[in-house]
């Protein structure tokens, strides 16, 4: 008789945790989603409420529950990571860190970083740094979660995965802003932001990566992952998708000093995914479904804009 995998997502209220929560219970697995109970999880999942920067909150609303695989979506401090690995410690066969790009913010290269550009094992942990500043986390985001992998990698008994996700593109529900950002600078002819030197970043559906992570459950390497499409895209790629959507012109400033704007880089941040490739799985080329991601943001903005309106 098979047995039914016991699987909890930490998080997971919105964007490609929703989607990730959806494929698992598909898949048959028993959920549970562990939040502070600002959304209830999808029907058929088990909700517990806890807070997880709490370790007494957390321990309790677990109780004496295993799991075989834990999802962790909003694990942003090494602090955060502190706790997560102290109380899933023999609790779970497989830990799941969803990572970011972010974390290779420091590498100036001229090629494609490769997992082992970054390595969690030798990154200093801060847990005195003021990690529950919200003003510091933004400003320390990929710093944060260097140190949390970093928490991680170094006990050797605990079974992580540290997924660093690419620029994530797509889905109705989009709630980042940063497509729409270009969009209404494009209707309106206004300049965008960029910086002098431009560099392309690694991107990554919003499907895809759902798909991507509820495979890595069912797997058992360890370590860290990149996660991207094949393809890189620079802001002027995205700029020409959306002009090619909604008409207009994107015109850019170069900016030497000051705020650019979203996807626009002063340091690359393409991923090389050959891990992911070599441990079975398959991403699509970013030209497959770039103008889908678009054309599906967009029309959410469309639709929220018509409903503001009346008609």
Known sequence: MHRVRETAVIGGNRYFGK?????????????TVVNRGSAAPPAGAVHLIADRDDEDSLRSALGSRTFDVVFDQVCYTPRQADIARRVFAGRTGRYVMTSTVEVYEYEHSATPVREDA?????????????????????????????????????????????????????????????????????????PIAVPVLNHPAAYVHVEEIADFLAWTGGQEFTGAVNANSHGPLTTADLCDEIVRQIGGKAEYQPVEVG?????????????????ATELGFRFRDSSQWVSQAIAETLGATAATTTNKDGR
């Open 118 to 190: 970054v390595d969690p094992r030798t990154v200093v942990v801060s847990l005195t740094a003021p990690w529950d500043d919200p003003d510091f986390l933004e400003q320390h985001y990929g710093e944060g979660k260097r140190q949390a992998e970093a928490v991680f990698a170094r006990d050797p008994d605990f079974p992580y995965v540290s997924v660093r996700v690419a620029h994530v593109l797509g889905g109705a529900d989009d709630f980042t802003g940063r497509v729409d950002h270009y969009a209404a600078r494009i209707r309106a002819g206004e």
């Open 19 to 31: 989607r990730l929560i959806d494929r698992l219970l598909h898949s048959g697995d028993r959920v």
């Open 259 to 275: 705020e650019t704007s979203p996807f626009s880089f002063v340091r690359s941040y393409v991923m090389d995914n050959s891990r």
